[in-house]
């Protein structure tokens, strides 16, 4: 039976499309002399901010910007000014980006109904997460459990640190009985090094790439055809299973728990 559920934050349960960190992303490089893409940054989204920066220095594209303009590649100096920059940028995104996602407090009343504990790992740092956490409370979304990389010896996604660490919180020692939401690649290798269920979501999902407004617009047949790139992205990495919204994380809990009823003969 699943006894624990554990969500990602932006773009999972609340930012839709992730809006909050490509923007901070991008100012923070701009104000390096950089220009870079919504799309190579949704790359690698999901990770610590600190190795997702440090990835981003590494790409060529980045850094044939960065030789034209310094004609040195980026030092570890460069890395923490950017941090510091893209820190003080999503701070201030945070605190009006922190709306929830479709059927999130349906979901969660859901949860609590069933004796389901909540629980969420995140690539935010602490200082970032208490700015969501606060917001996210103020709409009536409050995980009983939250992680970041520090409460794990800065082991971040996707090693299976966090999600582990929460599973030995809850005294759950069999893995399959753990969910693990998210709406990135590394969100599902997270869950997958830790063996447990696996969901990616797709509507508001960082790697739709598109806020509410712009997902909105769409005709049905581009909100088709963006939904399956989408689910194709997650299984490509070996999801369990993908929900199109918050909504359909009830009925995959249901028909986990009615397999597992099944096969024990209940």
Same mark, same amino acid.
């Not at 220009?35 to 190579?40: E, G, H, R, T, V």
């Not at 069933?114 to 009536?140: D, F, L, N, S």
């Not at 399956?228 to 070996?238: D, P, R």
């Given at each position: 039976?699943?006894?624990?559920v554990?969500f990602?934050w932006a773009?999972?349960?609340? +930012?839709?499309g992730? @809006?909050a !960190?490509?923007?901070?992303?991008? $100012?923070?490089?701009?104000?390096?002399g950089?220009n870079i893409?919504?799309?190579l940054?949704?790359? +690698?989204m999901g990770?610590? $901010?600190?190795?997702?920066?440090?990835?981003?220095l590494?790409?060529?594209e980045?850094?044939?910007q960065?030789?034209?303009?310094?004609?040195?590649?980026p030092?570890g100096? +460069?890395?923490?000014?950017?941090?510091?920059?893209f820190e003080?940028? /999503?701070?201030?995104?945070?605190?009006?980006?922190?709306?929830l996602?479709?059927f999130v407090?349906?979901?969660?009343?859901?949860l609590?109904n069933?004796?389901?504990?909540?629980?969420?790992t *995140?690539?935010?740092?602490?200082e970032?997460?208490? @700015?969501?956490?606060?917001?996210a409370?103020q709409k009536?979304?409050?995980?009983? /459990?939250?992680l970041?990389?520090?409460? @794990?010896?800065?082991?971040?996604? !996707?090693?299976?640190?966090? @999600?582990?660490?929460?599973?030995?919180?809850?005294g759950?020692?069999?893995?399959k009985?753990?969910?693990?939401v998210?709406? *990135?690649?590394v969100?599902?290798e997270e869950?997958?090094n830790?063996?447990?269920v696996?969901?990616g979501?797709v509507?508001?999902s960082?790697?739709?790439?598109?806020?509410?407004?712009?997902?909105?617009?769409?005709?049905?047949?581009?909100k088709?055809?963006?939904?399956?790139?989408?689910?194709?992205?997650?299984?490509?990495?070996g999801?369990d299973?993908?929900?199109?919204?918050?909504?359909?994380?009830?009925?995959?809990?249901?028909g986990?728990?009615?397999?597992?009823?099944v096969a024990?003969?209940?």
């Amino acid at each position: 039976m699943i006894k624990a559920v554990i969500f990602d934050w932006a773009g999972t349960t609340v +930012d839709y499309g992730s @809006v909050a !960190p490509v923007i901070a992303f991008q $100012k923070a490089f701009t104000n390096a002399g950089i220009n870079i893409s919504a799309d190579l940054i949704r790359r +690698d989204m999901g990770m610590v $901010k600190w190795d997702h920066i440090g990835k981003l220095l590494e790409m060529p594209e980045i850094q044939l910007q960065w030789l034209s303009l310094h004609e040195v590649l980026p030092t570890g100096t +460069d890395r923490q000014k950017i941090y510091d920059d893209f820190e003080q940028c /999503l701070m201030l995104q945070l605190r009006e980006e922190t709306n929830l996602k479709p059927f999130v407090l349906e979901t969660i009343a859901y949860l609590k109904n069933h004796g389901i504990k909540i629980a969420t790992t *995140t690539g935010y740092a602490p200082e970032m997460m208490r @700015v969501v956490q606060i917001g996210a409370a103020q709409k009536g979304y409050a995980p009983e /459990l939250v992680l970041t990389a520090e409460d @794990v010896a800065g082991q971040g996604r !996707p090693s299976p640190a966090m @999600v582990q660490k929460v599973m030995a919180n809850f005294g759950i020692e069999d893995p399959k009985e753990v969910i693990k939401v998210g709406d *990135t690649t590394v969100d599902i290798e997270e869950g997958r090094n830790a063996g447990v269920v696996t969901v990616g979501i797709v509507e508001g999902s960082s790697l739709m790439g598109l806020s509410e407004r712009e997902y909105d617009a769409l005709s049905f047949e581009k909100k088709v055809k963006k939904c399956i790139a989408v689910k194709q992205e997650f299984e490509a990495v070996g999801a369990d299973f993908t929900i199109t919204d918050m909504h359909e994380l009830t009925q995959v809990i249901e028909g986990l728990n009615k397999e597992f009823e099944v096969a024990n003969g209940r």
